[in-house]
Antibody, heavy 122, light 107 residues
């Protein structure tokens, strides 16, 4: 059964780098049928798509975060990671990793991790 | 970026009711719309993709329609477990933006 699990520090200081890892079990991140993505949700607010990565290493980022975000993969560990640089309190959120399926020309996030809460505070 | 606007922001309905949530994009996006259900404290769950295709395992009381700029999610015969916030999302081009959410309460 496919599972995704986020991990990383729950507390990050302002101006530092937020680093999270998503460990995938039950499927390979090198499959050509899927992208692997990050989404976040500030407390009490809606969902924001951060970006994704394909098995080729191709990435796509939300322009609102583009200059600060890096998504990478470690195929040997079946993991992909998120780095968000120069964080502020506005980056406090629950961060989700998800599998983004591609069927014909349709993309949709069909499997999600449980989410991890990251607080930015000194 | 493509903006997705949902309405209403919240609604209250009774068990057995038929509920419809709408989503409008600010440019035409064919049928590149997904719908997600998020229960309190949980991760979102995919309900429908390509506007009207039901994800495997999702009850058939959920249905979707629309094309172009106007889309809807309908829940037939509302159940107590449908208490949740519902989000639309487009997948026409990156960034894949979400609507602001519709919080559904059960009377």
């Amino acid at each position: 059964q496919l599972q995704l699990q986020e991990s990383g520090p729950g507390l990050v200081k302002p101006s530092e780098t937020l680093s999270l890892t998503c460990t995938v079990s039950g499927a390979s991140i090198t499959s050509s049928s899927y992208y692997w993505g990050w989404i976040r949700q500030p407390p009490g607010k809606g969902l924001e798509w951060i970006g994704n990565i394909y098995y080729t290493g191709e990435t796509s980022y939300n322009p609102s975060l583009d200059s600060r975000v890096t998504i990478s993969e470690d195929t040997s560990k079946n993991q992909f990671s998120l780095q968000l640089h120069s964080v502020t309190a506005a980056d406090t959120a629950v961060y989700y990793c998800a599998r983004q399926a591609l069927a014909y020309y349709y993309y949709y996030m069909d499997v999600w991790g449980t989410g991890t809460t990251v607080t930015v505070s000194s | 970026d493509i903006q997705m606007t949902q309405s209403p922001s919240s609604l209250s309905a009774s068990v057995g009711d038929r509920v419809t949530i709408t989503c409008r994009s600010n440019q035409t996006i064919n049928n590149y719309v997904n719908w997600y259900q998020q229960k309190p404290g949980k991760a979102p769950k995919l309900l429908l993709y390509a506007a009207s295709s039901l994800q495997s395992g999702v009850p058939s009381r959920f249905s979707g329609s629309g094309s172009g700029t106007d889309f809807s999610l309908t829940i037939n015969s509302l159940q107590p477990e449908d208490l949740a916030t519902y989000y639309c999302q487009h997948s026409y081009t990156t960034p894949y933006t979400f609507g602001q959410g519709t919080k559904l309460e059960i009377k």
